[in-house]
T-cell receptor
Framework: KNQVEQSPQSLIILEGKNCTLQ??????????LRWYKQDTGRGPVSLTI?????NTKSNGRYTATLDADTKQSSLHITASQLSDSASYIC???????????????FGTGTQLKVEL | DAGVTQSPTHLIKTRGQHVTLRCSPI?????VSWYQQVLGQGPQFIFQ???????GRGNFPDRFSARQFPNYSSELNVNALLLGDSALYLC???????????????FGPGTRLTVL
């Protein structure tokens, strides 16, 4: 069964500090891994996407890593800001049907709160 | 360019009623997927439609149905509502003529359904 597990479930950090969120997956066949940021009551917004051959990808203060051998990914947030407070969701895609039928498996997310 | 739009924003129904949720994809996107996100959890895949045909179905009862129109907009219908159907319903679109590995899925803001 395809599964995506994220840790920690929730995290509170002070503004300006760094943090790292973890994602472990058992999804096959692996296509790509994405990190999304979801503000409360809003739809998820894509931060990064990585394929099998990519080890790291950055988007501003967000840096994602991928170890396809151990099936682990991390999202590192540098110099956190109050606006980083949100749920961060790891999503792993596996190839399904042709013509746009990729299957996505979502993690339950890490709830991050940045405080003054 | 407008992103993915969904209507209504919020909806309150009672048990046993029927509901229709609507989604308009980003212009040029032919694939629409529906997700159910219960509070505190990651989105769960319900349906994917591509070129007006169902391309994928998640583990949801037959009370859930959907369709895609010639303009690629989509409706999600839920019959005989249960209390457990209360959730944020997300629509996502992607260009995906083929199963492009790095094709990003863009989410709408969601429809918050409350069943009383």
């Amino acid at each position: 069964k395809n599964q995506v597990e994220q840790s920690p479930q929730s995290l509170i950090i002070l503004e300006g500090k760094n943090c790292t969120l973890q994602c472990n997956y058992t999804v096959s066949p692996f296509s790509n891994l994405r990190w999304y940021k979801q503000d409360t009551g809003r739809g998820p917004v894509s931060l990064t996407i990585m394929t099998f051959s990519e080890n790291t990808k950055s988007n501003g203060r967000y840096t994602a890593t991928l170890d396809a051998d151990t099936k682990q990914s991390s999202l590192h947030i540098t110099a956190s800001q109050l606006s980083d407070s949100a749920s961060y969701i790891c999503v792993v895609s596996s190839h399904g049907l042709t013509g746009g039928g990729n299957k996505l498996t979502f993690g339950t997310g890490t709830q991050l709160k940045v405080e003054l | 360019d407008a992103g993915v739009t969904q209507s209504p924003t919020h909806l309150i129904k009672t048990r046993g009623q029927h509901v229709t949720l609507r989604c308009s994809p980003i212009s040029g996107h032919k694939s629409v997927s529906w997700y159910q996100q219960v509070l505190g959890q990651g989105p769960q895949f319900i349906f994917q439609y591509y070129e007006k045909e169902e391309r994928g179905r998640g583990n949801f009862p037959d009370r859930f149905s959907a369709r895609q129109f010639p303009n690629y907009s989509s409706e999600l219908n839920v019959n005989a509502l249960l209390l457990g159907d209360s959730a944020l319903y997300l629509c996502a679109s992607r260009r995906a003529r083929l199963a492009a590995v790095t094709d990003t899925q863009y989410f709408g803001p969601g429809t918050r359904l409350t069943v009383l």
